[in-house]
DNA sequence: AGCCTTATTGATAATCTTTTTCAATAAGGG
DNA sequence: CCCTTATTGAAAAAGATTATCAATAAGGCT
């Protein structure tokens, strides 16, 4: 389901702000802060005010139409979001950030942790950080320059 | 190795205000935000200024002494951290959280994703939300009551 | 135990980030 | 095309974090 039906269907409007905010993410491929979206916009014509970045980030990170990630820093950004069950991946040196399927692969461990806890897990937090392939090629170019 | 033989070992001093937050958040249960701790501290008489605790936590965090955990609704919180590969569990109801330890149960999930993505994973974030045995007993004591 | 050096603290101010407020605007149903 | 009302944006308020710098105290040395 396209985000505007998303917005639609919960009684909220497809205004410019949102989605402005919302194809910009789309069309990143790193996570971007309100500050990020906020000074994009403005640099390219498309202007809005500070606010708004805020409340439609707020209202689509509610839909579940974008996501945050975390920085390997500590910082945090937000990426255009995909349904259902899924993870992202960062990129520690370009922060390009790809998003890949959630699986039944932590079922083990939620297994066993629950098993040493006495947790009852119903949720989790999961990121992986690397080396994109861009960055990696890159990597390799320069060894072999020196 | 105790936490005041790492500052030391490190070339930093064992200060009035890292013992506090340190000892402050070795006995909580929940994660603390720099102004909870603050103020914990300050209620019991034991104050310090809050630059301090933000400057307390930046080293601590530095020196894998505490780390930072996020909380489903995306605010964070320091918690006293232990020493190795490790991960938190959360519960949702009453904040505890909890250390499990860090295991190779996540090197399938990552073969998987380095060959969909081509990206080479050095690293992780993880944490486990759910429910802690004594919320799940209060749960289990409200149904009875009913 | 007392002294000295210097890392560390804390009060204040500066900066940055996020939220509130409220009149003006525009989305979308009719 | 009009009307209703959700949404926006400018400005101000509130909140969080960082910089400054004189005063303090940690820890090495004797
Ligand atoms: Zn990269
Ligand atoms: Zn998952
Ligand atoms: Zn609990
Ligand atoms: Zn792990």
Redesign the interface.
């Known amino acids: 389901m396209s985000w505007q039906k998303v917005l639609s269907n919960n009684g909220y409007r497809v205004s410019g702000p949102r989605r402005l905010v919302m194809e910009l993410l789309a069309e990143s491929a790193q996570p971007m802060t309100p500050l990020e979206i906020y000074q994009a916009l403005s640099q390219s014509g498309r202007a809005l005010g500070m606010v708004s970045v805020y409340r439609a980030l707020e209202l689509l990170a509610e839909l579940g139409l974008v996501c945050?990630v975390?920085n390997?820093n500590?910082s945090s950004g937000y990426v255009a979001g995909s349904a259902g069950h899924h993870h992202h991946?960062l990129?520690?040196r370009c922060h390009r950030t790809?998003t890949?399927a959630g699986?039944e692969?932590?079922s083990?461990?939620?297994q066993?942790?629950?098993a040493?806890?006495?947790?009852?897990?119903?949720?989790?937090?999961?990121?992986?950080?690397?080396?994109?392939?861009e960055c990696?090629k890159i990597s390799a170019d320069t060894v072999e320059d020196n």
Do not use: A
Not at 116 to 131: C, K, M, P, W
């Open positions: 945050v975390y390997p500590g991946i990129c520690k790809i890949f699986s692969d932590l083990d461990l939620i066993r942790v629950e040493e806890t006495n947790f009852r897990v119903s949720d989790h937090l999961l990121q992986l950080y690397g080396i994109c392939p990696q």
